[in-house]
T-cell receptor, first 113, second 114 residues
Framework: DAGVIQSPRHEVTEMGQEVTLRCKPI?????LFWYRQTMMRGLELLIY????????DSGMPEDRFSAKMPNASFSTLKIQPSEPRDSAVYFC???????????FGPGTRLTVL | AQSVTQPDIHITVSEGASLELRCNYS??????LFWYVQSPGQGLQLLLK??????LVQGIKGFEAEFKRSQSSFNLRKPSVHWSDAAEYFC????????????FGTGTQLKVEL
C-alpha cells in the first residue's frame, strides 16, 4: 500500500492567493482527517470526514478555509485568500472503521509570503 | 474537553542511556492513547498505542509505554537510546467513539549526544 499521499509537498505562495492542498487516503479507509502543525499551536485537528461527509469542522480557523471530499479517494483543503499566518505544515490522515490507528501522510509545508 | 500535557519541551540524553518521556492526559474516561515520532521534515509515525488490557505496551524501535490510570499518565520509555532516536515525540489521546479525533501534546524534542 502506498500510504496516505499528499500533494504538493511544498507550496510557496503570496498573500491573497488561493491555495489547494490535496490528499489521497489509504484505500478502504472510511475516515479522513486534516491537521495543521505550527510552532505556536502545535498539532491541531481542522476537520474530519466519515464516508466522505464532513463530521466535525470546529477546528477550521475561519471562513477562508474549506475542505471537500468528493469521493472516497480524494480530499482537498482550500485556503482563499491565503495569509502569512496560514504558513504551517498541513497533514492528512486516514483510518478505517473499527480500527483506531490513524495513518499520516508526509505533510504539505505551506509558506505564504 | 480532553487535553494532553508533555511537560518536557527538550530532553538531552547520551547514546546508550535510558529514556523516559512523560505524558499526562485529562479525560473523563480512559481514552485511546498513542505515541508518535516525527523526524525533521517528516510525517508522523506511530510508535505504539494503548486501547485496553495490559497496561505495558510494546512498540516499534524498542520503545514501550506504561498506562497508569491512577496518575493519568502514559510515559514512553526506552532502555538504551540510539543516535537515530533523535526526533520529536508526541503523545496523543483519542476519544472513544465517533471519529476518534486525536488531541496531541505539545511534543518533546529529543537530542542524543554521542
Amino acid at each position: 500500500d502506498a500510504g496516505v499521499i499528499q500533494s504538493p509537498r511544498h507550496e510557496v505562495t503570496e498573500m491573497g492567493q488561493e491555495v489547494t492542498l490535496r490528499c489521497k487516503p489509504i484505500s478502504g479507509h472510511d475516515y479522513l482527517f486534516w491537521y495543521r502543525q505550527t510552532m505556536m499551536r502545535g498539532l491541531e485537528l481542522l476537520i474530519y470526514f466519515n464516508n466522505n461527509v464532513p463530521i466535525d469542522d470546529s477546528g477550521m480557523p475561519e471562513d477562508r478555509f474549506s475542505a471537500k471530499m468528493p469521493n472516497a479517494s480524494f480530499s482537498t483543503l482550500k485556503i482563499q485568500p491565503s495569509e502569512p499566518r496560514d504558513s504551517a505544515v498541513y497533514f492528512c490522515a486516514s483510518r478505517s472503521q473499527g480500527y483506531n490507528e490513524q495513518f499520516f501522510g508526509p505533510g504539505t509545508r505551506l509558506t505564504v509570503l | 474537553a480532553q487535553s494532553v500535557t508533555q511537560p518536557d519541551i527538550h530532553i538531552t540524553v547520551s547514546e546508550g542511556a535510558s529514556l523516559e518521556l512523560r505524558c499526562n492526559y485529562s479525560y473523563g474516561a480512559t481514552p485511546y492513547l498513542f505515541w508518535y515520532v516525527q523526524s525533521p521534515g517528516q510525517g508522523l509515525q506511530l510508535l505504539l498505542k494503548y486501547f485496553s488490557g495490559d497496561t505495558l505496551v510494546q512498540g516499534i524501535k524498542g520503545f514501550e509505554a506504561e498506562f497508569k490510570r491512577s496518575q493519568s499518565s502514559f510515559n514512553l520509555r526506552k532502555p538504551s537510546v540510539h543516535w537515530s532516536d533523535a526526533a520529536e515525540y508526541f503523545c496523543a489521546v483519542a476519544e472513544k467513539g465517533g471519529g476518534n479525533k486525536l488531541t496531541f501534546g505539545t511534543g518533546t524534542q529529543l537530542k542524543v549526544e554521542l
